[in-house]
């Protein structure tokens, strides 16, 4: 049953073949097989899911409005609030922190009927792209374990790709759920900015954050998207627009469309084996009827440096609220307030959340704002500019997802700026607040390649067809980890 997509599940469900309870304890038995090996979750909630499993037996016996991820278990980030259980963050600042409430994407799955199965790792507070930033362990590839699983949503890739999960939940800031989808060969969804409600979502940088689906096809992606896309009174950024039915827009059919392939992520820096996966994944939606176009958008050259003024800006905004007084750790050794703060911070963040707090602060110091701060913000402005010239000759854009396979576990940590560029493909979109999507489109060593799709403005649908008809015409998401 682990093996099977939740829209297959989903029919056997309902025509009485398995039950929930039935499904639940499988993956907990794949869980227990696997999970040693490539250490996806932080935190089990077994008791809990069978409980779910349960009603949702009975939601689908008395036919009360079962939806297609009634009974469905899946695995929540550990930066979604979960109340009653454990929400780490993967930090050592939140290591025994227990929510009062639920996020509101928590919130839409339970009522949906899915069963949560626990919380999976990643870097902490999402800032990574290995999941090696982690305070407890690293998650592994299941393709290598070896190699990284990305991230820093790599928990929720790693466990949808070992098939100890039938779906995930991801958080994107600059390429978070899309980077380590390609690493694991699972689709991964970054939806338009405001799309989907971050309320209960733990902050990192608040104008790039955006939550999405990890799944092991195009279908269970649009399933997930429906039940979480809509607006949120409680999320400010949330958007009031009409939320479609996502599934209805999986038709087998891209002729007309025109995709524009970017020149800039397909030059120097690419793996030659990505660049080739990509360009034949141009070429099969060519022969279903796309019309493929090279476009230029030559800003993305400083879509990293900016990102990497941003977002440690924002962060570093945000993480001041763990300062030991009000929730989370609190340093036992301290003589007044003020070494308290300092012996907080110092003993429950980690390196690299150590290395963005204080490249934001300096970059919103006294002084160097205009220079640093402001200038990025302008430079955000024309990376937006370079994608609505892009789409107004193609109605969306191709890339690699990443320039590489996954690469081995501490091949970067030692070189901060060698990992940024992991995201060279991913951040331009966050800063333009797109939507886009990650599917597999090759192999390399063993290794899986993704292909990103991007859209204007909530063009999931749009998206969702082009990478749906994709998938059906080929067979790389029928391949899977042996693990």
């Given at each position: 049953m682990h093996t099977k997509t939740a829209h297959e599940l989903h029919e056997l469900l309902v025509n009485k073949k398995i039950s929930s309870v039935e499904l639940t304890t499988a993956l907990y038995d794949r869980i227990a097989g696997t999970d040693d090996k490539i250490k996806g979750y932080v935190t089990l909630t077994r008791d809990e899911a069978l409980k779910q499993a349960q009603a949702a037996d009975e939601r689908l016996t008395t036919g009360a409005n079962p939806t297609p991820l009634t009974g469905i278990p899946i695995a929540i980030k550990d930066n979604f609030c979960t109340r009653g259980i454990k929400t780490t963050c993967s930090s050592k600042m939140l290591e025994n922190y227990l929510p009062p409430y639920d996020a509101t994407v928590v919130t839409k799955l339970k009522e949906a009927g899915a069963v949560i199965l626990g919380k999976t790792n990643m870097d902490e507070f999402a800032m990574g792209s290995s999941c090696e930033n982690s305070a407890f362990f690293p998650t592994r590839n299941p393709w290598n374990r070896e190699c990284v699983p990305g991230g820093s949503s790599g928990g929720s890739a790693a466990v949808v790709a070992a098939r100890s999960a039938v779906m995930a939940t991801g958080s994107d800031t600059g390429g978070s759920i899309r980077q380590p989808a390609a690493f694991c060969g699972v689709v991964g969804l970054k939806p338009t900015y405001g799309r989907v409600s971050r309320y209960g979502l733990v902050a990192f940088a608040s104008s790039l954050d955006q939550i999405g689906p990890l799944t092991k096809d195009v279908t269970d992606t649009a399933l997930m998207l429906n039940v979480i896309a809509g607006h949120d009174d409680r999320d400010a950024t949330?958007?009031?627009?009409?939320?479609?039915?996502?599934?209805?827009?999986?038709?087998?059919?891209?002729?007309?469309?025109?995709?524009?392939?970017?020149?800039?992520?397909?030059?120097?820096?690419?793996?030659?084996?990505?660049?080739?996966?990509?360009?034949?994944?141009?070429?099969?939606?060519?022969?279903?009827?796309?019309?493929?176009?090279?476009?230029?958008?030559?800003?993305?050259?400083?879509?990293?440096?900016?990102?990497?003024?941003?977002?440690?800006?924002?962060?570093?905004?945000?993480?001041?609220?763990?300062?030991?007084v009000k929730f989370g750790h609190r340093s036992q050794e301290h003589r007044d307030l003020i070494s308290m703060y300092y012996n907080?911070?110092?003993?429950?963040?980690?390196?690299?959340?150590?290395?963005?707090?204080?490249?934001?602060?300096?970059?919103?110091?006294?002084?160097?704002?205009?220079?640093?701060?402001?200038?990025?913000?302008?430079?955000?402005?024309?990376?937006?500019?370079?994608?609505?010239?892009?789409?107004?000759?193609?109605?969306?854009?191709?890339?690699?997802?990443?320039?590489?396979?996954?690469?081995?576990?501490?091949?970067k940590s030692a070189d901060p700026v060698a990992m940024y560029l992991s995201d060279i493909a991913t951040i331009p979109v966050n800063l333009a607040g797109l939507p886009a999507l990650s599917l597999p489109c090759g192999n390399s060593s063993g290794l899986p390649i993704g292909l990103q799709l991007i859209g204007p403005a909530f063009a999931e649908e749009l998206i969702l067809r082009v990478a749906y008809t994709y998938e059906q015409n080929t067979a790389w998401h029928q391949t899977s980890a042996v693990i």
């Open positions: 949330s958007i009031e627009h009409p939320v479609p039915d996502y599934r209805s827009a999986l038709k087998n059919d891209v002729k007309k469309v025109r995709v524009g392939l970017i020149r800039e992520l397909l030059g120097s820096g690419i793996e030659p084996t990505v660049k080739a996966a990509v360009k034949g994944a141009a070429d099969q939606l060519a022969a279903l009827g796309a019309e493929i176009v090279e476009v230029s958008l030559p800003s993305f050259e400083h879509a990293i440096a900016t990102y990497y003024l941003i977002a440690p800006a924002e962060a570093s905004s945000n993480l001041a609220r763990y300062d030991g907080t911070r110092r003993e429950g963040f980690g390196a690299e959340v150590k290395r963005r707090i204080m490249l934001g602060t300096y970059a919103l110091s006294a002084g160097y704002y205009d220079a640093f701060y402001l200038k990025a913000l302008k430079v955000r402005t024309l990376i937006k500019r370079d994608f609505d010239q892009a789409f107004e000759r193609c109605d969306l854009l191709a890339s690699p997802t990443t320039p590489t396979v996954a690469f081995k576990l501490g091949a």
